[in-house]
């Protein structure tokens, strides 16, 4: 009984080791395995020494990238791959929204409901009150905070 109660606080040691260096370090392995392993032609990587460049080939071990305006060609590990920058998956959903953004819309206006309603005897003592405060003389401007869910899109 002594000798389990002298043993605990090294077993407990053993367990906060496990769950705190241990296993977050073999999940981080583990996820760069599987990107390493996923590499495609055409994504754009950075390997561990710096390197940016596009892949052209792909090898077993190795893979060739393309790097830099004169378009030198590299061979690398696939162990010195550091990140993808993007693959053709995320590149070709950045072309979407960019084709999107480019498109023609009409402009829209931001009108608060408030002012769209046609009820006069809500808006008229406002109304009111804003033209006597006009009136008088201001030394700072005021600023009126519309809140957003009052806030209604119109297209025109």
Excluded: H
């Excluded at 977050?24 to 390197?51: C, F, H, W, Y």
């Excluded at 590299?74 to 959903?93: H, L």
Aim: glycine share 4%; charged share 30%; proline share 4%.
């Amino acid at each position: 009984m002594n000798t389990a109660m002298q043993l605990m606080p090294l077993i407990l040691l053993i367990f906060i080791m496990y769950f705190l260096l241990i296993r977050p370090q073999k999940k981080r392995e583990k996820e760069t395995a599987q990107m390493r392993n996923s590499l495609q032609v055409g994504d754009e990587i950075i390997t561990i020494g710096g390197l940016c460049g596009k892949i052209v080939k792909l090898k077993d071990e190795s893979l060739i990238i393309q790097v830099g305006a004169d378009k030198v060609k590299f061979e690398v590990m696939r162990w010195s791959i550091s990140k993808v920058v993007n693959s053709d998956q995320s590149a070709a959903r950045k072309a979407k929204s960019a084709a999107e953004e480019a498109a023609p819309e009409e402009s829209k206006k931001a009108m608060p409901k408030k002012l769209g309603k046609k009820n006069t005897e809500e808006t008229a003592a406002p109304v009111a009150e804003q033209e006597a405060a006009d009136s008088a003389p201001q030394t700072e401007e005021s600023v009126i905070e519309v809140p957003a869910e009052d806030v209604e899109v119109l297209e025109k």
